[in-house]
């Protein structure tokens, strides 16, 4: 597997947050960069909640100026998550066994294995970052309350990838989910996402500060808000926690 034309790679032994570093490097790049931290001290998932970051997992950030909206860019998401999904199945060959939670977690055998962040260091750049429980997942005790129980893709399938030998396919199913992406826009990718939601038909709830919402999952929109079909009507939800 070749690594994909146009995306630079820089990976480091020890970085605070790649994130971070994303923001600190990204005025000198010439194009999109993947930015991976062997080590990760001061790591972060949605809503500036740590993120666990044991040796041997992964942690990277993609950095790029994508063209469109902020609203187009946020978009990425789904294909970031598509792009996870693909390179778990080309790693371990067991496509039934993940599934993408909305908005940005990738599940195997039902407990939460990845996650996305997107952040926006300045106008005009987009950083997806993407945390991976390669190895090690944390304690139950160390996620919050109600949350997935947190899974590696070591326990759960016993395949044994390094960082570095996951980056490559990341990267070469993001880049070929992006150029579908800026092609044909959002119809297809969300299409491919639905065909790999977790829990599609069924009732969860959202949760958006103190307010929560439970109904079905019935879609995804043409704008990546959450559908849910409540005793009372239709609901689209822009931002929330996600509780099955």
Not at 83 to 88: E, G, N, R, S
Not at 118 to 130: Q, V, Y
Not at 132 to 144: D, G, S
Request: hydrophobic share 45%.
């Amino acid at each position: 597997m070749h690594w994909p034309e146009g995306y630079g790679r820089r990976v480091l032994p020890e970085v605070d947050s790649t994130n971070a570093e994303a923001a600190r490097v990204a005025e000198g790049l010439s194009g999109p960069e993947w930015i991976l931290g062997l080590r990760q001290t001061a790591g972060r998932g949605r809503r500036g909640r740590p993120w666990a970051d044991p040796d041997g997992n992964f942690s990277a950030t993609l950095v790029m100026r994508p063209q469109g909206a902020p609203q187009t860019a946020a978009l990425r998401s789904f294909v970031a998550s598509l792009a996870l999904y693909d390179a778990f199945v080309a790693v371990t060959g067991r496509a039934g066994s993940f599934a993408l939670k909305w908005p940005n977690d990738v599940l195997l055998n039902g407990g939460k294995v990845a996650g996305i962040l997107l952040e926006s260091p300045r106008p005009g750049l987009l950083a997806i970052g993407i945390g991976v429980n390669l190895t090690q997942a944390p304690p139950v005790a160390a996620v919050e309350a109600r949350a997935l129980r947190p899974v590696s893709l070591l326990s759960e399938t016993g395949v044994a990838v390094t960082a570095e030998e996951f980056l490559t396919p990341l990267a070469v199913a993001f880049a070929r989910h992006d150029a579908g992406f800026a092609t044909y826009g959002f119809a297809p990718v969300r299409e491919a996402w639905l065909a790999r939601a977790a829990r599609l038909g069924e009732v969860i709830t959202a949760r958006t500060g103190k307010t929560e919402t439970t109904g079905t999952f019935v879609d995804v929109d043409a704008t990546g808000n959450l559908v849910l079909q409540t005793a009372k009507s239709r609901v689209a939800i822009p931002a929330a926690d996600v509780f099955f």
